[in-house]
């Protein structure tokens, strides 16, 4: 039996390998491995590609976000509105700059942040409003610019699993005051390590992003205040630069396997499909994520996938408003039952633009075996 695992990036990296190499061994060759000409090319070419004036890269999703927030001054006393369902890095950078995440319950067919929910959790102290665009699919990003242009709150995009999803035609990353992308290897955009970027269409927050990034100097051993190291490698951009003239081709096969997961999946009984794209938004479908509802047990049939040769995923199995470390927040079990129940329920599928039809009908095949019914 032939196992499936949930990506398998060496495939994509034979697809290109004679380019990536070449591109790798030219810079290796020319002794400038920080910063440098292919680091500012990548720049301009992601910001085109988003569609935005400045990108400014730095060395992960998290910094990314980290800096945003720090760049637009939100720190002690003030509050980000945020969903509870993502990777901890959205909520974390949140309390690193001090400031306090409140959560909004999401819509369970979308996995995003509930937009109807938001006015409410607004309050004085609001200072942002941090979406995540989850899996790919891009949030209702007409409805939210609406609350934040009404308010005068800042939105600062999580576009870490959505690199070249749009809504209305439009790239994410260009809706709010900054977009903040990750290019982690298991991304839609991914490189050979760590890696991240800002957009934006603000040249001051640009500036200032970039003061912060680098120690919080403008010039060198001069710092205007504390920052970070955080800077995008010269090897990971001229990776990017590469797969960034792929990265449509790979998108739109990730969406013909979507259509053709749900073709296959959608007569096995409990199995709860991921919504299509609607109402303007176009996923980039970085994760394929069903749901397993009573009375199956994801877990047993997750464990049973496995034996039959099927790897899986689980993102994420507890919602950000119970971890531990957020307890002083106070928020109960059944304070936003739609993320609660979803990380019982969900289960991400293998999913990266190589997958076949063939393995995808054993997918299919192994789930409903799994099953049971």
């Not at 690199?163 to 290019?183: K, L």
């Not at 957009?199 to 205007?224: M, Q």
């Amino acid at each position: 039996m032939t196992s499936i695992p949930p990506i398998d990036l060496g495939q994509q990296y034979r697809t290109i390998a004679s380019e990536l190499e070449t591109a790798v061994l030219k810079v290796m060759a020319s002794g400038r491995y920080i910063g440098g000409d292919g680091v500012t090319q990548f720049e301009q070419q992601f910001s085109d590609y988003v569609g935005t004036t400045h990108c400014v890269s730095c060395n992960s999703g998290t910094d990314a976000l980290y800096l945003a927030l720090r760049a637009l001054e939100i720190g002690a006393g003030d509050e980000v509105v945020t969903t509870p369902f993502s990777f901890f890095a959205t909520v974390e950078v949140i309390s690193a700059v001090g400031a306090t995440p409140v959560f909004v319950d999401i819509d369970p067919k979308t996995f995003n942040l509930d937009v109807a929910a938001v006015e409410a959790a607004l309050s004085d102290r609001t200072k942002a409003i941090l979406p995540v665009h989850l899996f790919g699919r891009p949030v209702e990003m007409s409805a939210l610019m609406e609350i934040s242009a009404s308010r005068n709150i800042a939105i600062v995009e999580d576009c870490a699993q959505a690199t070249g999803a749009t809504w209305n035609d439009r790239q994410v990353g260009s809706f709010g005051r900054i977009g903040c992308f990750s290019f982690f290897p298991t991304k839609n955009l991914g490189g050979f390590g760590d890696g991240g970027a800002m957009t934006t269409n603000d040249p001051e927050l640009a500036r200032r992003l970039r003061v912060l990034k680098e120690h919080g100097s403008t010039r060198r051993y001069v710092h205007e205040e504390i920052g970070i190291n955080s800077r995008l490698d010269a090897i990971q951009a001229a990776i990017l630069q590469v797969k960034l003239g792929y990265l449509d081709k790979w998108n739109a096969q990730r969406r013909e396997i979507a259509r053709r997961y749900a073709e296959l999946l959608r007569p096995i009984p409990h199995v709860v499909l991921p919504s299509e794209s609607d109402n303007g938004g176009e996923s980039v479908w970085n994760q394929y994520t069903i749901r397993l509802s009573t009375p199956l047990d994801r877990d047993r049939v997750r464990e049973s996938l496995q034996t039959l040769g099927v790897s899986t995923m689980v993102y994420y199995p507890i919602p950000l408003h119970r971890q531990p470390v957020y307890r002083e927040l106070g928020y109960d079990e059944g304070s936003f039952p739609a993320a609660e129940t979803v990380c019982r329920e969900v289960l991400s599928l293998p999913m990266f633009p190589e997958l076949t039809p063939d393995q995808q009908q054993a997918i299919a095949y192994r789930l409903k075996e799994a099953i049971g019914d």
